[in-house]
Every structure is written in C-alpha cells, then in structure tokens.
C-alpha cells in the first residue's frame, strides 16, 4: 500500500499505546498517527477526523470496546475496526467479529510483521465493502429510474391503448358512414340512369339532337358516378373483412378476353390500343373469378385512363411452381418515384389537387391490392413517368382453402 494511512490508536495505557505506535511505524507503511485514550474521545475524534483504521483496546476505563463498537455504528461512523485483546480473551473476540469489528489481534502477539498484515487486510476490506456499498447504491438508484421511467411507460402505452381504441372507433364510424352513404347513392343513382337510358332510346317520345347528347352525358355520367360509388362501397367491405372468396375452375384466357372487351369501348374513345399476348399454354385455373375480373378491371381502366397516346397491352403467362403471371402496361404519363410506395395505400393519388385531370376516388389501387392478397398473390409495379406503368400480378393457379 503505497499512500499514507491515517490510523488512530484508542488506550488508555500509556505504554500500550507507544508499543502499537512504534511496531506500526516498524510495519515500513507510510502512517500517520492519532491517539486516544477513552472511548468518549474516540467517539469525539473518530467524529472530527476520517480514518482508514482504528486499533482499539477491548478494555476502556469508562466503557468496554463491544460498547464503543455499538455506539460508533448507532452514530454512523464507519472505520475498521482492529480490537485489540488481552490473554485469554478470544472468547470476546468472537463476540466483538459479530459486532462488527474488522479483526481482532491479542496485545501479546503484537508484531510489525503481524499489525502490517492485519492493518492492510482490514483497509482493503473496508474500501471493498465501500466499493460495494457504492456500486449498490447506483444500482438501487439506476433501479429506481428505471422502475420510473417503466411507470411512464406504461401509462404512455395505456394512453396510446386509448387513443388507438378511439381511432379504431372511429375508422369503423368512417367505414360504416361510407357503406351507408355510398349504398344509399346508388338507388338514386339506378334510378336516373334507368330513365336516362329510356330517354336515349327516344322513348315515348323522339329527341333532338341536342337533347340527346344532353341525355348520353347524363348517362356517361352517371356511369363514372356509379363506379365510383361501387369503389367505396367495396373498399368498406374489403375494410370491415367481409371479402369472401368464392373458388372456382374457370378459364383465365377467357375471363382476360372477355374483360379486355368490356373495357375496348373506352380504349377506343382515347385511339388507343388495347392488346392481349396471352403466352399460357394452360388457361385453366381454381381460383375466385370476380376478385379476377376486378383486379383486372381497375388495372385495365387505370392503363386506359392514364393514357393519352399510345395503349395497354395485357400479358398473361404462366411462372415457376404453378404462378401465374397477369401484366398490365400502359404507355401513359406514368408515376413518379417518391409516390410509388404508397400508391396501394386508400386515398392516395399521385395528383391530389381538386383541379386534377382524371377522376377517381383513389380506392381503385388499394381495394385491388386486397382482391390479390385475398387470392393469395401479390402485386408490383414498374413505372416511369411520362413512359408509362406495368403492373404484375402474381398469383398461385390453384388458390389454397383457408
Ligand atoms: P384512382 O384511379 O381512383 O385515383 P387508384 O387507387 O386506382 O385511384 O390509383 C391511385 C393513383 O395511382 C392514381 O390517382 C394515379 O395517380 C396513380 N395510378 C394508378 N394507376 C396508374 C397508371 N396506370 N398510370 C399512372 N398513374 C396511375
């Protein structure tokens, strides 16, 4: 031990004391040394000044070492605590260890090479037990911050439980609002486009021309009107899970063709193309039919309604492992790229403006997502803008039971 050690040496005996002194200076530790002779004024100088070791005589003339042992550790003082005994004491020693003193050394056996020995044992004990008190200290209080900030925690979660169960409520008024609303529309909806169209056929009574292409517009209207209404009206029902498949062995080249023609009309309106490279050698397919033709339906009028020159070519062909493969590409104006992650999101159009130039309700995407997860595949795109997009849909031949 190489720094000063600042001992203190409590006897009442004169001689005693001077024998501890010099075998401690013997002892080759760099000491300085204070001295006391009662317990009263070891209590007194223990309370003025720290020490690294106190060498305590067991028999005071106003209280015994035991006492003194108690009563330093009823004030608080903490040294170790060497006591010093006489013949035949050992007995006490046991009980002055239980008390709390560091070692016990009997005054005859009393060495430089023994107090060195028992001094230095005694200091590094005492500054492990600090070390360990210490590193207690900061592990209850470490502990106590982290049962604090586990209290915040959890009402933090309590509250996002809240608001997360208002906004779910919510969102489930917003559905029912818009199935409700949307529902509603479409009677009218039937209504004038039912009297629209008898119009158009000039019944009961013909039209000039003016008034019939008064009356196509209502109607060409009214159709967009419908569609969209039925956009809505299906992205609540894909929302509130009641998409239900309906499997069946059908033909997809056929059901291609066949939705292809439906949407020629509009394809022509444009001048643009609408072609089909139908590459499967094996058309025949067990899945749901509607979630087809709709995923079909929505990317075929998305290519046609954001094309202005050019067309939509439709590619069918069969993958690895019985995946088939619809594309649908368009030569028109194309995504950009920061937009096309949350193209598949509701809502979401690349022009948000009210002014913008094409129609839509921006469910289209979102619901044909859901028709293809619900069919077990998945959908990509491929897009540059003003080049044009290609959707791909994957999708497994025969669609797995639940
Ligand atoms: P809507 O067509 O009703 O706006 P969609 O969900 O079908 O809604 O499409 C969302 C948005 O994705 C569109 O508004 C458009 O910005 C973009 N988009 C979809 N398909 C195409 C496409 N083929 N070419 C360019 N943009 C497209």
């Known amino acids: 031990m190489d720094e000063k050690l ?16 010099r075998a401690l200076r013997n002892t080759g530790l760099s000491i300085s040394l204070v001295e006391a002779t009662d317990c009263a004024d070891a209590i007194k100088t223990l309370q003025e000044q720290s020490f690294d070791c106190a060498f305590l005589d067991y028999r005071l003339p106003d209280q015994d070492g035991l006492d003194l042992i108690r009563q330093l550790d009823e004030l608080g003082i903490r040294v170790p605590l060497i006591v010093l005994t006489g013949q035949g004491d050992e007995q006490l020693a046991v009980e002055i260890m239980k008390a709390g003193a560091s070692d016990y050394l009997a005054k005859s056996k009393v060495t430089p090479e023994r107090l060195s020995q028992v001094l230095q044992n005694a ?35 309590q509250q996002i439980e809240c608001q997360n169960k208002k906004l779910i409520e919510a969102s489930k ?14 009677t009218p909806m039937n209504a004038i486009m039912g009297f629209s169209q008898l119009l158009r ?62 949407l020629r009309v509009l394809a022509i309106q444009k001048s643009l193309f609408l072609d089909l490279d139908i590459r499967l050698q094996n058309p025949e397919v067990h899945t749901d039919q509607d979630c087809i033709r709709r995923i079909l339906m929505n990317l075929i009028g998305n290519g046609i309604k954001f094309t202005e020159t050019g067309g939509v070519r439709i590619t069918v062909q069969a993958l690895e492992n019985d995946t088939l493969e619809i594309g649908v590409q368009d030569t028109g104006v194309g995504i950009p790229s920061d937009y096309l992650t949350a193209i598949f999101q509701p809502f979401r159009q690349a022009d948000q403006t009210l002014t913008r ?46």
């Not at 600042?6 to 002194?21: K, N, T, Y």
């Not at 590094?124 to 070390?131: F, G, K, Q, V, Y």
């Not at 199935?179 to 509603?184: K, Q, W």
């Not at 299906?234 to 023609?261: C, M, P, W």
């Open 6 to 21: 600042h001992i203190l040496i409590v006897d009442d005996d004169i001689v005693d004391r001077m024998a501890i002194g």
């Open 123 to 157: 200091v590094r004990l005492s500054r492990a037990e600090r070390a360990a008190e210490l590193a207690n200290q900061q592990l209850r209080t470490t502990n106590e911050q982290l049962l604090r900030q586990n209290q915040e925690l959890e009402s933090q979660r």
């Open 173 to 186: 008024l917003k559905s029912q609002f818009l199935a409700t609303i949307s529902h509603e529309l479409r």
């Open 201 to 262: 056929e000039q019944y009961p009574d013909p039209l000039t021309a003016q008034q019939l292409d008064m009356v196509s517009r209502i109607l060409n209207n009214s159709q967009n009107l419908l569609v969209m209404l039925n956009e809505v009206l299906d992205f609540s029902k894909i929302e509130a899970g009641h998409l239900n498949l309906r499997v069946s062995d059908f033909d997809l080249v056929k059901l291609v063709q066949l939705t292809a023609e439906e």
């Open 357 to 402: 130039l094409h129609p839509g309700t921006g469910l289209g995407l979102a619901i044909t997502k859901s028709l293809v997860e619900a069919i077990q595949g998945s959908i990509t795109v491929d897009s540059q803008v003003n080049q044009g997009s290609t959707f791909w849909v994957q999708f497994p031949r025969r669609v797995s039971p639940p």
